[in-house]
């Protein structure tokens, strides 16, 4: 399926994992998820579906914007900080933020090709959420900075969320993990789809990798968190269709 969020202010744009072993990162993603590893990244059915970037051991995501001078120098004003971000060639231009609760974030300015090629279905991106410590910091900070106009899933002690977009139109959030993080920094987390969540969660560990917890069933989906095999964070989730 081609990507849905084309155009949308704030939207999920591309993605990439930052890593220090590509090799083992190749190895990992190619037998999880059936993606072809080159240079440049990661392809599913010929299809650009992320990039791969040299350093530490997480998921890196690109949120789109019309002006990146703008978004950077708003994120300074809403708390947050900006640094020059990769050179992403003909995928646009970027910055790299760090939002006020110490996510990293990217805002991106899609250039001639566009980002993610392929979104939602079997082996590919299909939720991007904001798991942080402070959610009253976060959630005006994506709305000033980078266009969001938020929808209020829940806010109550029990369960505080907001999307962007609302229902079946959502497209990312901000969840209130305070409950959860406990000394781990606010983190974006990655959902990708699988068809079978048990042996998928039992191909993460054969690949060296390990499940955090899951796979259990929600609203959403069967789903489970886990970390790859140099320790990079990622969920997958069998969705109902599926």
């Known amino acids: 399926?081609?990507?849905?969020?084309?155009?949308?202010?704030?939207?999920?744009?591309?993605?990439?994992?930052?890593?220090?072993?590509?090799?083992?990162?190749?190895?990992?993603?190619?037998?999880?998820?059936?993606?072809?590893?080159?240079?440049?990244?990661?392809?599913?059915?010929?299809?650009?579906?992320?990039?791969?970037?040299?350093?530490?051991?997480?998921?890196?995501?690109?949120?789109?914007?019309?002006?990146?001078?703008?978004?950077?120098?708003?994120?300074?004003?809403?708390?947050?900080?900006?640094?020059?971000?990769?050179?992403?060639?003909?995928?646009?231009?970027s910055v790299l933020m760090t939002d006020p609760t110490g996510a990293e974030i990217g805002a991106l300015r899609p250039g001639s090709r566009p980002g993610f090629e392929i979104v939602d279905a079997v082996g590919a991106p299909v939720w991007h959420e904001l798991h942080t410590d402070s959610f009253d910091r976060a959630v005006p900070f994506y709305e000033t900075v980078l266009g969001w106009k938020p929808q209020v899933l829940g806010d109550d002690d029990s369960f505080r969320m907001s999307t962007l977009g609302a229902g079946r139109t959502a497209i990312a959030g901000i969840y209130d993990a305070s409950a959860t993080l406990g000394r781990e920094s606010s983190r974006w987390e990655h959902y990708f789809s699988v068809a079978n969540a048990d042996a998928s969660a039992a191909l993460v560990v054969e690949l060296g990798g390990s499940v955090l917890d899951g796979p259990t069933d929600s609203p959403f989906g069967r789903v489970l968190h886990a970390v790859d095999s140099r320790g990079a964070h990622l969920s997958l989730i069998q969705t109902p269709e599926r």
């Open 1 to 93: 399926m081609t990507n849905h969020r084309d155009g949308v202010t704030g939207a999920p744009v591309w993605a990439e994992l930052v890593s220090y072993d590509h090799a083992a990162s190749r190895a990992f993603y190619s037998r999880l998820f059936g993606w072809k590893a080159d240079a440049a990244g990661f392809a599913l059915a010929k299809k650009r579906v992320a990039g791969l970037a040299k350093g530490g051991s997480y998921w890196r995501l690109y949120l789109r914007v019309t002006d990146v001078d703008a978004a950077a120098a708003a994120a300074a004003e809403a708390g947050g900080q900006s640094y020059s971000g990769p050179d992403l060639g003909d995928l646009g231009r």
